[in-house]
C-alpha cells in the first residue's frame, strides 16, 4: 500500500545543533516532494520544493536532499534555533506532476535553548 | 499582499445540520484546493479547483460534501448533513496557475460536529 512516514512524531535538539528529519515513502513515483511547517493553529507554511532531478536544495539554513532510489528525503536545519521548533511536513505528488499532494503525518521539533 | 483567508475559524454544530465553510484564494491564484486533518491523522487532500472548474475531486469523502468556486474567486465547502466523522480542521491553499507547485494555505476552519 501506498505511504508516507516521517522518522519521529517528536524531535527534541539543542539549540545551535543541525536537526535532520526523515520523509520516507513506499509505492510513489513522485515527480517532487515539498517540506512545509506548520505551528500551532495555523495553517502549513511552504518551506522548500525538490524536483525528481535534483539531489539537494538550499535555502539559508534549510537544505534538502531527494534520493528516489532509496524513496527518502531528509530535510537538515542548521544552527537550530528556538524559533525553529514547529512541526515540519513533507508532501508529494501522487500523481507525477499532477498537484494534487499527499501529506505525511508530520515531525513535531523542539529546539531546546 | 493578503494571504489565504477562511471563514468562520470555528464552527461548533450538531449532528445532522449544515455547516458552510468558506475560502478567499490570494488574488490572482488560479487554483484552490481544499484539505482536511481529522484528529491524530495528516491532512487529506479533498479537491482542487482551476478557476471556476474542479480539476481533481477524488478526495471528497462522500456526496454530503459539496464544493463551489464562483466565478473563479472565493470557495464554499458545504457539509449537508455534517456527521460526528466530519470533525476536523479543513484547509485551503492556493497557487499561482499551470505548474504553479508552492501553495500558500490559510489558517484553517476547526469543525467540530457534536
Known amino acids: 500500500s501506498q505511504k508516507i512516514e516521517q522518522n519521529s512524531e517528536a524531535l527534541n535538539i539543542q539549540e545551535g545543533k543541525t536537526a535532520t528529519l526523515t520523509c520516507n515513502y513506499t509505492?510513489?513515483?513522485?515527480?517532487?516532494l515539498q517540506w512545509y511547517r506548520q505551528d500551532p493553529g495555523r495553517g502549513p507554511v511552504f518551506l522548500l520544493l525538490?524536483?525528481?532531478?535534483?539531489k539537494e536544495k538550499r535555502k539559508e539554513r534549510l537544505k534538502v536532499t531527494f534520493d528516489t532510489t532509496l524513496k527518502q528525503s531528509l530535510f537538515h536545519i542548521t544552527a537550530s534555533q528556538p524559533a525553529d521548533s514547529a512541526t515540519y511536513l513533507c508532501a508529494l505528488d501522487p500523481l507525477p506532476y499532477g498537484q494534487n499532494f499527499v501529506f505525511g503525518p508530520g515531525t513535531r521539533l523542539s529546539v531546546l535553548p | 499582499e493578503a494571504g489565504v483567508t477562511q471563514f468562520p475559524s470555528h464552527s461548533v454544530i450538531e449532528k445532522g445540520q449544515t455547516v458552510t465553510l468558506r475560502c478567499d484564494p490570494i488574488s490572482g491564484h488560479d487554483n484552490l484546493y481544499w484539505y482536511r486533518r481529522v484528529m491524530g491523522k495528516e491532512i487529506k487532500f479533498l479537491l482542487h479547483f482551476v478557476k471556476e472548474s474542479k480539476q481533481d475531486e477524488s478526495g471528497m469523502p462522500n456526496n454530503r460534501f459539496l464544493a463551489e468556486r464562483t466565478g473563479g474567486t472565493y470557495s464554499t465547502l458545504k457539509v449537508q448533513p455534517a456527521e460526528l466523522e466530519d470533525s476536523g480542521v479543513y484547509f485551503c491553499?492556493?497557487?499561482?496557475?499551470?505548474?504553479?507547485?508552492?501553495?500558500?494555505f490559510g489558517p484553517g476552519t476547526r469543525l467540530t460536529v457534536t
Open positions: 491553499a492556493s497557487s499561482q496557475g499551470v505548474g504553479s507547485y508552492e501553495q500558500y
Open positions: 509505492n510513489y513515483s513522485p515527480a517532487y
Open positions: 525538490i524536483r525528481e532531478n535534483e
